[in-house]
């Protein structure tokens, strides 16, 4: 008992010590802020600069930040989200809590197209399918051709997640009215549709599909940190759907010019060169300096959807998914 | 007399009534958050929706199928146990069996498919039609899950079986069938029911398993429903449409179910079963064969971790990154179990009242009330919960204090599973005693530690590995600043880092088997002493 009563105080004792207040603070998602995440990195560089303090409050996910900010409202305690991504961003501006960037947006890479003024992307990856080149000498060079094969392919459940989503815009875009049928022909060699992006992806790390639902960067990973070469991404000739991580400024704010100044060090060449080593997607600038494998990464084409666009089909496309794949 | 009793038991049943109150309150509390916010009513067009109708089928069916698969599995390694003290290990296996149940998801799905997949070890001795994924995935998952579970509490009911039935067995000369259909069948039976309903439950809030072996779209649970609708579309009245269909199907199973089952009876009992039957030699050897089985099966995903482990350099491996974790981990468990454990005592005095007055009315809503929170799925308490509290407390900083809370409330019923048919047979047997020797609470607490000490060492070495397992609460209400061991193995496992992750998986495991080993070597050893 009293061992319990110690181990109690000591955890009240820590948490009233943890609650001062920064100068900046930022809503995230946890793998952003994780020890090997871009987080720490990107903290201690722009603290260094702006001599202020900044402090992350990291929720689950990028749709936890955007659930969160629809319960807090007006109370919310945000200078600057981070990590809400394009496919949200019609959902988070409803709120009302966004601030415009009023930022010059000039320097982002051409194939972004950016043109938003309240959210200013810091990072974009291309979906892609991931397949094992030492198993797979011919990977398939165009969605419909994997479609119509019977390689074996594994993904993410648009219900539960953000690639999932993905595949579903990527599919509506390259067959448009017949998407139904396509996904009746992807389920007769689909192994599993998981919950999330690791179960997919541990899947196919253990042999069981062909190809996995990723990121066009993922091979970069494997050839940073582990040395492997044979994970490839197959570059599809309709062209690839994007998902492009954002963040903004709160109305709410207190201290919107930190926040703006923050958002200008998001897209500065110094945090663009850790942001894609760490959250392992592109930089949005061009010139940044990066190991060579992200040289060697598959350039698709960019196809897709308008956030609004998808914003208002987006459930009836869930729809369309949930009877024909279930066939 | 009678104002003799009142006072014996007024404090208790304040306190049990207290307890319920608290456990009811998060409940209510979570729905009130959701109900309140934004004034959200209920989405009744989705009651006439052909989806959420395969839906709701399909989560019956995949739960009465693994419920229904696990138990029938679980008798027989049940009665090898039982009737053969002296199996080799079979202190370790019965370990085992804990840690078999709280089996973080990743670490089961990674095992079963290095073992079932298309590339696993056993798989091109299954057939070249042999496929994972789809039912025959869910069925193993779930049953490696549960049936561990029920061999032990199936176990423990038979050896309640009184010394003095089996000698009664014996002078009558009863054969085998008699014996199983005579003795250990009635012994069986209303727990067995129980126990069907409390494994069926689980397995129809299962998600992540069901999704990632259940081959696509057509294997949908009512909890994947849930999540998407709380979460991916944050649209109220559809989850609270939902959560409430969930509470009338598995909490209405259970209220059923224990009506069924009725009241144990079990007979006289003592603490320490002396006399066991032996069976022929034959069934010695077809037992033996049984537990080897089992033993294999629940040892092979484990196994089948290792190859992923060694692949990570373990010299350069951050161990310190994990040691603080662990004992975050460990820290909140322990206060959540402790909690939970004296909050599930707590709770059943008013229910052993019900009982010993012959209420059964009554008893039957306490026992439900008791239970409630393994039928309220945990999505919806800990979501509704969150925003109710969100505005109004600094979450960031207390976030901490409200995943030991919840991670209390939401054990609270396995720790009630677990005591409860202890405690009855208790008053059964000696609440007239304690009574007429006038005892105060103090003497009767002396009188039933002995008889209980081993279901509560037991069942708090169970709460304290499930709420070591969490993550679905800490996604919620957890921090950074206090990532939680299994929190790791996620994060670890969503940057591409499989193998830390099974690293940490593996120390996860390990822990956990060391806690369960230490409190039944403990037990063991205070009651040989």
């Given at each position: 008992m009293k061992t319990v009563l110690a181990l109690c105080s000591t955890l009240a004792l820590v948490i009233s010590h943890a609650s001062q207040a920064a100068d900046l603070r930022v809503y995230t998602y946890d793998s952003f802020v994780s020890e090997w995440g871009p987080g720490p990195q990107l903290e201690q560089a722009f603290e260094?600069?702006?001599?202020?303090?900044?402090?992350?409050?990291?929720?689950?996910?990028?749709?936890?930040?955007?659930?969160?900010?629809?319960?807090?409202?007006?109370?919310?305690?945000?200078?600057?989200?981070?990590?809400?991504?394009?496919?949200?961003?019609?959902?988070?501006?409803?709120?009302?809590?966004?601030?415009?960037?009023?930022?010059?947006?000039?320097?982002?890479?051409?194939?972004?197209?950016?043109?938003?003024?309240?959210?200013?992307?810091?990072?974009?990856?291309?979906?892609?399918?991931?397949?094992?080149?030492?198993?797979?000498?011919?990977?398939?060079?165009?969605?419909?051709?994997?479609?119509?094969?019977?390689?074996?392919?594994?993904?993410?459940d648009p219900r539960?997640?953000?690639p999932g989503q993905g595949l579903m815009m990527w599919v509506k875009a390259v067959y448009g009215d017949d998407a139904p049928a396509a996904w009746k022909q992807l389920s007769s060699h689909t192994v599993t549709v998981t919950k999330g992006w690791w179960e997919a992806y541990s899947l196919f790390l253990s042999g069981d599909a062909d190809y996995v639902l990723s990121y066009n960067t993922s091979p970069a990973y494997h050839v940073v940190a582990e040395d492997k070469t044979q994970y490839r991404a197959a570059l599809f000739s309709e062209g690839h759907v994007a998902q492009i991580e954002l963040a903004a400024i709160t109305r709410t704010s207190q201290n919107?010019?930190?926040?703006?100044?923050?958002?200008?060090?998001?897209?500065?060449?110094?945090?663009?060169?850790?942001?894609?080593?760490?959250?392992?997607?592109?930089?949005?600038?061009?010139?940044?300096?990066?190991?060579?494998?992200?040289?060697?990464?598959?350039?698709?084409?960019?196809?897709?959807?308008?956030?609004?666009?998808?914003?208002?089909?987006?459930?009836?496309?869930?729809?369309?998914?949930?009877?024909?794949?279930?066939? | 007399?009678?104002?003799?009793?009142?006072?014996?038991?007024?404090?208790?049943?304040?306190?049990?009534?207290?307890?319920?109150?608290?456990?009811?309150?998060?409940?209510?509390?979570?729905?009130?958050?959701?109900?309140?916010?934004?004034?959200?009513?209920?989405?009744?067009?989705?009651?006439?929706?052909?989806?959420?109708?395969?839906?709701?089928?399909?989560?019956?069916?995949?739960?009465?199928?693994?419920?229904?698969?696990?138990?029938?599995?679980?008798?027989?390694?049940?009665?090898?146990?039982?009737?053969?003290?002296?199996?080799?290990?079979?202190?370790?296996?019965?370990?085992?069996?804990?840690?078999?149940?709280?089996?973080?998801?990743?670490?089961?799905?990674?095992?079963?498919?290095?073992?079932?997949?298309?590339?696993g070890m056993i798989s091109p001795w299954l057939g070249p039609d042999w496929n994972l994924y789809g039912l025959p995935g869910i069925l193993i998952a779930h049953v490696y899950l549960n049936l561990?579970?029920?061999?032990?509490?199936?176990?423990?009911?038979?050896?309640?079986?009184?010394?003095?039935?089996?000698?009664l067995a014996a002078q009558l000369k009863l054969g085998h069938w008699q014996r199983l259909r005579l003795i250990e069948w009635p012994a069986l039976r209303a727990g067995m029911l129980q126990l069907f309903g409390f494994v069926f439950v689980l397995c129809f809030n299962s998600f992540a398993v069901v999704l990632a072996l259940g081959g696509g779209p057509r294997a949908t649970t009512l909890e994947v429903a849930i999540y998407q609708a709380l979460k991916y579309d944050f649209n109220i009245p559809e989850a609270l449409t939902l959560a409430w269909t969930q509470l009338l199907i598995a909490g209405g199973l259970f209220v059923?179910?224990?009506?069924?089952?009725?009241?144990?009876?079990?007979?006289?009992?003592?603490?320490?079963?002396?006399?066991?039957?032996?069976?022929?030699?034959?069934?010695q050897q077809v037992h033996r064969i049984v537990y080897g089985m089992a033993a294999l099966t629940l040892l092979l995903p484990l196994l089948a971790?290792?190859?992923?482990?060694?692949?990570?350099?373990?010299?350069?491996?951050?161990?310190?990154?994990?040691?603080?974790?662990?004992?975050?981990?460990?820290?909140?468990?322990?206060?959540?179990?402790?909690?939970?454990?004296?909050?599930?005592?707590a709770m059943l005095l008013p229910l052993r009242f019900a009982h010993i007055r012959g209420r059964s009315a009554l008893a039957l809503l306490l026992d439900w009330l008791s239970t409630h929170a393994l039928v309220a799925p945990a999505m919806v308490v800990s979501v509704g919960l969150y925003i109710l509290l969100l505005p109004r407390l600094d979450?960031?900083?207390?976030?901490?204090?409200?995943?030991?809370?919840?991670?209390?409330?939401?054990?609270?019923?396995?720790?009630?599973?677990?005591?409860?048919?202890?405690?009855?047979?208790?008053?059964?047997?000696?609440?007239?005693?304690?009574?007429?020797?006038?005892?105060?609470?103090?003497?009767r607490l002396r009188i039933e530690w002995p008889y209980m000490r081993r279901a509560c060492v037991t069942s708090f070495a169970l709460i304290l590995l499930l709420a070591m397992g969490d993550v679905a609460i800490f996604s919620i209400f957890g921090s950074s600043d206090w990532t939680t061991l299994p929190w790791l193995i996620y994060s670890y496992a969503s940057t591409y880092r499989m193998g830390e992750s099974s690293v940490a998986s593996l120390l996860l495991l390990l822990i956990c088997a060391l806690v369960v080993w230490l409190f039944e070597h403990v037990e063991k050893g205070a009651r040989d002493a």
């Open positions: 260094a600069r702006c001599g202020c303090d900044l402090e992350y409050v990291a929720v689950e996910d990028g749709v936890s930040i955007l659930n969160r900010l629809r319960i807090e409202g007006d109370n919310n305690k945000a200078d600057v989200i981070l990590g809400i991504d394009d496919g949200l961003s019609v959902d988070t501006r409803a709120t009302g809590l966004i601030e415009p960037h009023g930022l010059e947006t000039g320097p982002l890479r051409q194939e972004l197209d950016w043109q938003d003024d309240s959210f200013v992307p810091f990072d974009f990856g291309y979906f892609a399918f991931i397949y094992d080149s030492s198993k797979i000498q011919q990977p398939a060079t165009s969605l419909r051709q994997l479609i119509d094969s019977d390689a074996s392919v594994i993904y993410q539960t997640s953000t919107k010019a930190l926040g703006r100044d923050f958002l200008q060090f998001l897209v500065s060449p110094q945090a663009q060169a850790i942001i894609p080593v760490t959250n392992w997607m592109l930089p949005v600038i061009d010139g940044v300096a990066l190991p060579p494998v992200f040289d060697d990464l598959i350039q698709p084409a960019r196809i897709g959807f308008s956030a609004e666009e998808a914003g208002t089909s987006r459930q009836q496309w869930l729809r369309e998914w949930r009877s024909s794949a279930a066939q | 007399m009678a104002q003799q009793r009142r006072a014996v038991n007024a404090p208790m049943l304040f306190a049990g009534l207290l307890a319920l109150a608290l456990s009811l309150s998060v409940t209510v509390l979570a729905f009130y958050g959701l109900i309140g916010f934004e004034s959200a009513g209920l989405d009744t067009s989705l009651l006439s929706d052909g989806y959420f109708h395969a839906v709701v089928w399909f989560s019956i069916k995949q739960a009465a199928l693994s419920a229904g698969l696990a138990l029938l599995l679980a008798w027989p390694v049940a009665r090898a146990l039982y009737y053969s003290p002296r199996l080799w290990g079979r202190q370790g296996f019965l370990s085992l069996c804990v840690l078999s149940f709280v089996m973080p998801t990743l670490i089961l799905i990674t095992g079963l498919v290095a073992l079932l997949g298309r590339q561990p579970f029920a061999v032990r509490v199936q176990l423990l009911q038979m050896q309640h079986i009184p010394d003095s039935s089996w000698k059923l179910l224990n009506r069924m089952g009725g009241n144990q009876w079990l007979g006289v009992d003592s603490t320490r079963q002396r006399w066991t039957p032996r069976p022929g030699a034959v069934m971790l290792l190859p992923g482990v060694l692949q990570v350099d373990l010299a350069r491996f951050d161990w310190f990154a994990i040691a603080r974790p662990a004992l975050i981990t460990l820290i909140i468990a322990t206060l959540a179990g402790s909690g939970a454990l004296v909050l599930a005592y979450l960031d900083h207390w976030g901490i204090l409200f995943v030991i809370l919840l991670n209390l409330v939401l054990i609270v019923p396995y720790a009630v599973q677990q005591l409860r048919p202890r405690l009855l047979q208790f008053d059964h047997q000696y609440d007239r005693l304690v009574r007429s020797l006038k005892l105060g609470l103090r003497a």
